[in-house]
Antibody, heavy 122, light 107 residues
Framework: EVEMLESGGGLVQPGGSLRLSCAAS????????MHWVRQVPGKGLAWVSG????????YYPDSVKGRFAVSRDNSKNTLYLQMSSLRVEDAAVYYC???????????????WGQGTLVTVSS | EIVLTQSPATLSVSPGESATLSCRAS??????LAWYQQKPGQAPRLLMY???TRATGFPARFAGSGSGTEFTLTISSLQSEDYAVYYC?????????FGGGTKVEIK
């Protein structure tokens, strides 16, 4: 069974840093593009980052570019999101998600983890 | 950035009736459009990809159509488990973007 379990969320002050992890199992992690998507509770979805299967290529929207860094350890089947210079508006549930196609990083997402909550507040 | 506009924001439908959800893109995404279903307290779940291919576990009463900039998700004969929020997402160009969602509620 495909499973992804996020961890690392919590309360952080504005300007602080946090690292999220996503432990994956049940599929060939090293051949799968992976993504992070966030959702403010009660609001819509926003893509946060994507990384190719090898880890060589990463992608971000302008809203987080230069502040967030996605990485992966294929030997540990784990995806990471290093978040720095956090802002109040970064507070959300962060989901990791597997790319549907193995042919490209640009993708739809299936499945999703259950998410980890990040709160940014002083 | 490709903006996806979903309408309506809320759709009130009686059980057994049909629902038609719309997703409009600010520029062509060709057939690179997916739909997700999200129920309260749960992660989103892929419903449809490549415009009209149903993901595993979803019945044939869900149908996707469209191309370019106009897309439709039709749910025929709504069941109790179909009441949820539905999002469209384009994967034609970076950054990947989602529509604002349509909530399908019980009438």
């Amino acid at each position: 069974e495909v499973e992804m379990l996020e961890s690392g969320g919590g309360l952080v002050q504005p300007g602080g840093s946090l690292r999220l992890s996503c432990a994956a199992s049940g599929f060939n992690f090293s051949t799968s593009a992976m993504h992070w998507v966030r959702q403010v509770p009660g609001k819509g979805l926003a893509w946060v980052s994507g990384i190719s299967a090898s880890g060589r290529n990463t992608y971000y929207p302008d809203s987080v570019k230069g502040r967030f860094a996605v990485s992966r350890d294929n030997s540990k089947n784990t995806l990471y999101l290093q978040m720095s210079s956090l802002r109040v508006e970064d507070a959300a549930v962060y989901y990791c998600a597997k790319g549907v196609s193995t042919l490209a990083t640009i993708n739809s997402f299936d499945p999703w983890g259950q998410g980890t909550l990040v709160t940014v507040s002083s | 950035e490709i903006v996806l506009t979903q309408s309506p924001a809320t759709l009130s439908v009686s059980p057994g009736e049909s629902a038609t959800l719309s997703c409009r893109a600010s520029q062509s995404v060709y057939s690179n459009l997916a739909w997700y279903q999200q129920k309260p307290g749960q992660a989103p779940r892929l419903l449809m990809y490549g415009v009209s291919t149903r993901a595993t576990g979803f019945p044939a009463r869900f149908a996707g159509s469209g191309s370019g900039t106009e897309f439709t998700l039709t749910i025929s004969s709504l069941q109790s488990e179909d009441y949820a929020v539905y999002y469209c997402q384009q994967h034609n160009a970076w950054p990947l973007t989602f529509g604002g969602g349509t909530k399908v509620e019980i009438k």
